[in-house]
């Protein structure tokens, strides 16, 4: 089936290109979108890829109709389109130092290096300039979604008491669940007979998949939501992080099982547990406790003028002066000056990695030599370390997590649609 369709998705293609002189077909515009165009050989480039990805799933997953195919991954790279044009007007970038730490973190998951991910890439046949530029844009879109969507979110501390008193005693809490689902959407305002037709199409989802319907399938088919074109999987996620949407839902689930459809504010939504497994119920994490004076070098204040500067703090130090009088005189911390210095306890990963290696080499009360990080010239005293038990704190930062997530499909998806509506939008095939 699956050759089947290649054959199909290229004979297509092929008919809606025309041919150069020489006999090589010719790039084209499958749409017209605002200042920009979407092109045919982006469209076909995502298809092989989508047919690539289907073929190597384990099991292989059936894909819809050749047509169908087509006109929803136009339609995804109509979106993006629509998004990067916002993007680039609000004038979102991303530099080079933010794009090698995302491809570094890639190559870091996979076991590489980020200085062999050209070699590797191209081994599969991926073009590694083509590569970064389409990591650029998403990480740019990335950032959008969190600007545009991430405003018209809040999380109100009442929201946050209920949700840590219904996850008391919660069996979910303690898990985590690798999920997939099926996102039914409804017009903004639905009317009762659009939100029943919406309410229909989902039980006959459901009905399909209770008769060994292949999940995969039927959320390429018939999802609304973006991980549509991968299956609709979610991938893993921490029982104390879902949707509260899910909550309730995936409690009295076990792994294979797929829930009735359940509705939000403007879909329904189908969730699949693929699996679980148990999670521990409390945290521990070694904190420390630093303060440090900052200078930071400009147009006045060279770098060796702002490292002697330090050096004459030790000095004082050293003789008796207090070091938190000293910061709040000299440091260019706004954060910590006035406190003295400082930083109040602090656990791995809160520091810049050249900060984190001195506080990691320097002994409790002793005060380090100066040192530089991107921010400027720094010394710093360790005032304690501890074991913390943060899993309070985790409760009350996973409750936000839970209910941001639990707006945010939503809010993406209304944000999407109104980016669609207010746009010029002209295909051509």
Known sequence: MLCALTAVLAATAATSEELSETGDFLDGIAAIVD?????????????????????????????PPANELREQLLERLIMNEIQLQRANRI?????????????????ADNGSAFEDMPALLAADGIDYATFRREMRDEIKLDQLKRIDVGQRITVSPREIEQCIADLEGNVVVNSDYKLSHI???????ATNSQIAESQAEADQIVARLLDGADFRELAIRYSDAQTALEGGALGWMKGSQLPTLYTDVVAAMKAGEV???????????IVKVD????????????????????????????????????DDALERIGNGEEFAEIAK???????????????????????????????GNTEIGSISEPFRTRFGWHIIEVLDRRVYDNTE???????????????????TQLWMRRLRDEAFVDTRI
């Open 35 to 63: 200042e920009g165009v979407v092109l045919k050989s982006q469209l076909r480039d995502q298809v092989a890829l989508i047919i690539e990805r289907a073929g190597k799933a384990n099991p292989p997953m059936s894909l």
């Open 259 to 269: 829930s009735k459809p359940v509705r939000s504010s403007s879909s329904f939504h």
């Open 275 to 310: 699996e679980m497994r148990s999670a521990d119920e409390r945290s521990q994490v070694d904190q420390v406790k630093v303060r440090h004076i900052l200078v930071t070098p400009n147009e006045i204040i060279d770098n060796e003028t702002a490292k002697q500067q330090l």
């Open 329 to 359: 005189l000299l440091s260019d911390d706004p954060g910590s000056a006035q406190q003295g210095g400082d930083m109040g306890w602090a656990g791995p990963g809160t520091f810049v990695d050249e900060f984190e290696t001195v506080v």
């Open 393 to 411: 704190d985790l409760k009350e930062s996973n409750c936000v997590v839970r209910i941001q997530n639990s707006k945010v499909d939503d809010e």
């Open 91 to 107: 004038g979102l970038q991303v530099s080079d130092q933010m794009l090698n730490e995302a491809i570094a973190r890639i190559a």
């Open 183 to 189: 996102t039914i959407s409804m017009p903004e305002s």
